[in-house]
């Protein structure tokens, strides 16, 4: 398996029929898989997000007496206020 863009996410074979895809950065990324002759048999397009809802999670975490009025994605991450 590879990934045409790796700063985006990286490609873990966990076993024969298992892959885990960790994003690294927002983003879009193809997921190919070979066959055994080495061509590709399957693409997937991944889209890699921040999460929003474990960010705000983590900020209460940190600073719990300050409100979070809005979290938002924004180019390339996040934008809270």
Do not use: F, H, W, Y
Request: glycine fraction near 8%.
């Amino acid at each position: 398996m590879r990934s045409n863009a790796p700063r985006i996410a990286d490609i873990a074979t966990l076993s024969a029929r298992i892959v885990s895809v960790p994003g690294k950065q927002p983003g879009r990324t193809t997921v190919t898989r070979p066959g055994l002759d080495g061509r590709p048999i399957a693409n997937v397009e991944v889209q890699v997000t921040p999460d929003l809802a474990e960010l705000k999670e983590r900020l209460r975490e940190l600073r719990p007496d300050e409100p979070i009025v809005r979290a938002r994605s924004s180019a390339g991450g996040a934008l809270c206020r």
